[in-house]
């Protein structure tokens, strides 16, 4: 169409015009850059504006200054195809050399878990032949620093693993029940006033594992930032179709400059004075994005933090029927889980 109307619209004017050439030539740059067949296009535009010059140039004897415009159009033309042949060069190498950072963590990461495995065997075999209180001491120490380079090892495999297909496995999912066996699981683990708080009931589809895996890397951030004494309260609910879940705390808070970056790997707040990793919050942003989610934080030094996590495919208890009906609603699960 574009070349038909390149031909036909030169014809129609009353005195040379290459106004239809410069709209034309326009329409196919816009094509070249949002279609992939537009190199098609380029060729066939080429070659009927090239005729269309030249005859005109034998037949009209047009000044130079009209038979420059199209050179000038085709020109501006190529530098706008090479600007966007550049700029996606470099996205194809920044995709190849994020995917090979991805490969690298995963394969790291799966070389590493046997050497720890047997690395740690050995340090407990020598702890517990120690001879002297001193080498048992030293042992319990190598058997920690293993335990940490093994769980950085998983985290790391982890986040490799969680843009690749079959990273979830989904399943309906009872919110409450979630939420009590997370809390009943830590307040055995630390000493902190522990609460729960689930406001609508109902099942999300989810990957249980990794729905666990996540809010596990929430409340070891709420220990992490409080002290004896201090609240932690684990939250479910629903809007909208959304699963929505929360881990807050009443303890140091994260500072403004901080909470931009809180979700980045290797992140470590408040100075870096807290040990850790600094890979469990971006383990939680992977989690929930891979499940089509988002994750929100708010907080403010000295004041505690509020972590949200909203999760699509939710659905709520019909609380009539359940009501009605046998103990299958989340409360009912809760219950007897404690009992």
Request: charged content about 25%; glycine content about 8%; hydrophobic content about 45%.
């Amino acid at each position: 169409m574009l070349a038909a109307a390149n031909v036909i619209a030169p014809r129609c004017a009353c005195e040379w015009e290459t106004v239809p050439f410069q709209l034309a030539w326009a329409a196919v740059t816009l094509l070249y850059v949002t279609r992939a067949r537009g190199l098609a296009v380029l060729v066939t535009m080429s070659l009927v504006t090239a005729g269309e010059l030249a005859w005109t140039a034998m037949n009209e004897q047009p000044g130079p200054e009209q038979l420059s415009e199209l050179p000038l159009m085709v020109g501006l033309f190529v530098a706008v195809v090479w600007i966007g042949a550049r700029r996606q060069a470099r996205a194809d190498a920044l995709r190849q050399r994020i995917e090979r950072e991805r490969e690298f963590l995963r394969d790291a990461s799966h070389q590493l878990r046997t050497p720890i495995t047997i690395a740690r065997g050995h340090a407990e075999l020598l702890r517990a032949a120690s001879p002297t209180s001193e080498l048992a001491e030293d042992a319990d120490v190598l058997v920690h620093e293993l335990d940490r380079l093994g769980r950085l090892s998983e985290r790391l495999l982890l986040l490799a693993a969680a843009e690749t297909p079959g990273f979830l496995w989904l399943e309906p999912v009872e919110l409450e029940q979630l939420v009590v066996e997370t809390a009943r699981r830590w307040s055995a683990a630390a000493d902190r006033r522990w609460a729960i708080d689930v406001g609508v009931e109902g099942v999300v589809v989810a990957d249980r594992e990794r729905l666990a895996t996540a809010l596990d890397a929430l409340v070891e951030n709420a220990v992490k930032f409080t002290d004896r004494g201090d609240t932690i309260l684990i939250t479910g609910g629903g809007k909208d179709q959304h699963a929505v879940l929360g881990v807050e705390d009443t303890g140091a808070g994260i500072a403004d400059p901080d909470l931009t970056r809180v979700f980045e790997r290797f992140a470590r707040g408040a100075g870096g004075r807290k040990p850790g990793t600094g890979l469990g919050l971006s383990i939680v942003r992977a989690i929930v994005e891979a499940h089509g989610g988002s994750v929100a934080v708010a907080s403010a030094a000295g004041h505690g933090t509020r972590f949200r996590l909203e999760l699509p495919r939710f659905t709520p208890f019909d609380r009539a029927a359940v009501d009605d009906g046998p103990m299958t609603n989340g409360r009912a699960a809760s219950e007897a889980a404690a009992a």
